[in-house]
T-cell receptor, first 113, second 110 residues
Framework: QQQVKQSPQSLIVQKGGISIINCAYENTAFDYFPWYQQFPGKGPALLIAIRPDVSEKKEGRFTISFNKSAKQFSLHIMDSQPGDSATYFC????????????FGTGTRLTIIP | DAGITQSPRHKVTETGTPVTLRCHQTENHRYMYWYRQDPGHGLRLIHYSYGVKDTDKGEVSDGYSVSRSKTEDFLLTLESATSSQTSVYFCATGNTGELFFGEGSRLTVL
């Protein structure tokens, strides 16, 4: 069973545009929601994470928006750049990140000039 | 970067042969994980360890076993490889929250 659903599977955005990736979860015990970024041939790396006590977290051009009632969270990449082209995974866990992460299926993002 | 080394990085083997993948960390992290990554499935947890000789199953553990005799080493064994185990395998480590991933081991089972 898939506890974290991620969409879209792939996304093409023009340079300078906004990239938006969405995730939905089912388990109400989840309370830690990270996003990982993976470049080809590399392992994933933590990009940004949020806990449900806030509705938004911003780090540079990357923003997580969180909607607890809808059990949804999304990643927004502002002013998208070719260097942002990568696969992005959302994830969720409980006990403030002390439990195993459940990953979404990934979104392959391509930024075109 | 966290010191996580996976070996081998690439392996081609035949159906029915045993395969062992090794993960070595220099970060003294308590938790270690093995994931497999397949198109359309994302990252799926195979097994994990929460201490030396303490391991547990993940969501796709059938056909895999693990061992952790030292804090720094976590081995993943395919006792009799099958074509469905062709995948990219990632080791990850951490204490709480953030996971640090190795660069992956690409396994092809013919």
């Amino acid at each position: 069973q898939q506890q974290v659903k991620q969409s879209p599977q792939s996304l093409i955005v023009q340079k300078g545009g906004i990239s938006i990736i969405n995730c939905a979860y089912e388990n109400t015990a989840f309370d830690y929601f990270p996003w990982y970024q993976q470049f080809p041939g590399k392992g994933p790396a933590l990009l940004i994470a949020i806990r449900p006590d806030v509705s938004e977290k911003k780090e540079g051009r990357f923003t997580i928006s969180f909607n607890k009632s809808a059990k949804q969270f999304s990643l927004h990449i502002m002013d998208s750049q070719p260097g942002d082209s990568a696969t992005y995974f959302c994830a969720a866990s409980g006990n403030f990140g002390n439990e195993k992460l459940t990953f979404g299926t990934g979104t392959r993002l391509t930024i075109i000039p | 970067d966290a010191g996580i080394t996976q070996s081998p990085r690439h392996k081609v083997t035949e159906t029915g042969t045993p395969v062992t993948l090794r993960c070595h960390q220099t970060e003294n992290h308590r938790y270690m994980y093995w994931y497999r990554q397949d198109p359309g499935h994302g990252l799926r947890l195979i097994h994990y360890s929460y201490g030396v000789k303490d391991t547990d199953k993940g969501e796709v553990s059938d056909g895999y076993s693990v061992s952790r005799s030292k804090t720094e080493d976590f081995l993943l064994t395919l006792e009799s490889a099958t074509s469905s185990q062709t995948s990219v395998y990632f080791c990850a480590t951490g204490n709480t929250g953030e996971l640090f991933f190795g660069e992956g081991s690409r396994l092809t089972v013919l």
